[in-house]
């Protein structure tokens, strides 16, 4: 699944290529794309066309692309405020959004397809497992965001924290949120109520970089701990931002089909039994969550268990 700085080069793109750019023409081509939008497909169909696409944004790894109001300017019984609302997107475990030319052949999983008044690229949605989807939502401002339209977020995801590449993230606070649990580490870093963003791929290179097991008890985290390994998420984040992401297959690309090359710098996650690049000493791999944790048992040594 792409985490978050995969998800970041899909919005920057998007951000340079359909942000300005009115909607002529919505297919939807599988209807189990728009699951989430319950009014259906018809809806979700007539709540874009028309609109111009604003602005993309971004919260941990869901995207949005904000609407212009739908007011009626013509229709004096409207206030002229329109809805707030934008196309919430999730890529899911294989979903591409992708600017593609309008004379190209359809993707074999296109799922949905925006057109443009200006005739120009379009905006497809592809997804082989059809596990993604958009929806059509409302924007609200979340407890504790100011207010105004620059904290607003799509209704269903109000309930996930900022990440760490947030400008907006208070890591005081999620390191007290943390110390407060009675959990283990890497399950905390996973929790999307306490830190958006941070997969697997990630956490388990944080956790390298900060020297912590995933198996940690956070209620044993000291402050100075907890803050390392936020400062090392967002760290391995932007570095592979910088590469375009992680693709360990063809499902992850950018919105030009292009794959991402961070894979080529991980430290521990997919490197079982080859040697740390700190130690030299063997990564290991163990069962997590129906997944892999990858760690060097050296410079990550596993927590004792209490004696019985």
Request: glycine residues 10%.
């Amino acid at each position: 699944m792409p985490e978050l700085p995969e998800v970041e080069v899909v919005r920057r793109g998007l951000a340079e290529h359909v942000v300005g750019r009115r909607v002529a023409a919505v297919e939807v081509l599988h209807p189990r794309a728009v699951r989430r939008h319950l009014a259906g497909p018809v809806d979700v169909i007539g709540r874009l066309i028309g609109r111009t696409l604003t602005a993309v944004g971004r919260r941990g790894k869901y995207l949005w692309l904000e609407l212009d109001s739908d007011a009626d300017p013509s229709d004096p019984s409207d206030p002229g405020e329109g809805s707030a609302d934008a196309l919430l997107a999730h890529l899911g475990m294989s979903g591409q959004l992708l600017v593609s030319d309008p004379a190209a052949p359809p993707q074999k999983h296109l799922r949905v397809l925006l057109s443009f008044a200006d005739g120009g690229p379009q905006l497809r949605f592809v997804d082989q497992r059809t596990f993604g989807g958009m929806s059509v939502e409302t924007l609200v401002s979340p407890a504790g965001s100011p207010a105004g339209a620059a904290g607003r977020v799509p209704e269903p995801i109000a309930h996930i924290a900022r990440d760490p590449m947030d400008p907006a993230f208070d890591a005081d606070a999620v390191v007290a949120a943390m110390r407060a649990r009675h959990t283990e580490l890497k399950r905390a870093l996973l929790d999307q109520s306490l830190v958006s963003g941070i997969g697997n791929i990630y956490a388990d290179e944080a956790l390298w970089r900060a020297r912590l097991h995933g198996r940690r008890p956070t209620n044993t985290l000291t402050r100075k701990a907890g803050h390392a390994v936020l400062a090392s998420a967002a760290e391995v984040m932007a570095e592979a931002l910088d590469q375009g992401g992680t693709s360990f297959d063809a499902l992850y690309v950018n919105v030009n089909g292009n794959s991402g090359y961070f894979e080529r710098s991980l430290n521990v996650y997919g490197q079982e039994d080859r040697p740390c690049h700190r130690c030299g000493t063997a990564i290991r791999r163990e069962p997590f969550m129906n997944r892999s944790s990858y760690f060097c048992p050296r410079c990550q040594p596993p927590p004792r268990l209490p004696r019985s």
